[in-house]
């Protein structure tokens, strides 16, 4: 392990740890308290799973507002194409 590891503290959002991901180039992150005692540990999949679930809320409350619209559901073909471009 990494003697100083990059670690972020528990007053701090979610937008600062993923920033701090990012730019660190790390997978886990350390959460401490004031007096740097270690509470957790949030890790890239746990981010993930985080966005998933989210996505499928959106998702979720999409298709709700489509169907009180009464729009027909066939006629809404989303273009994937990009998404298959990446596979």
Do not use: C
């Not at 007053?11 to 740097?36: E, F, G």
């Amino acid at each position: 392990m990494t003697t100083n590891p990059t670690h972020v503290t528990v007053d701090k959002s979610l937008y600062d740890l993923t920033s701090l991901m990012h730019t660190q180039h790390v997978r886990r992150v350390p959460i401490v308290d004031k007096d740097n005692t270690i509470l957790g540990l949030v890790t890239l999949d746990d981010l993930l799973i985080l966005l998933s679930d989210e996505m499928a809320d959106l998702g979720e409350g999409i298709l709700g507002a489509l169907q009180e619209a009464e729009v027909e559901l066939t006629e809404v073909r989303p273009p994937f194409g990009w998404l298959l471009s990446y596979l």
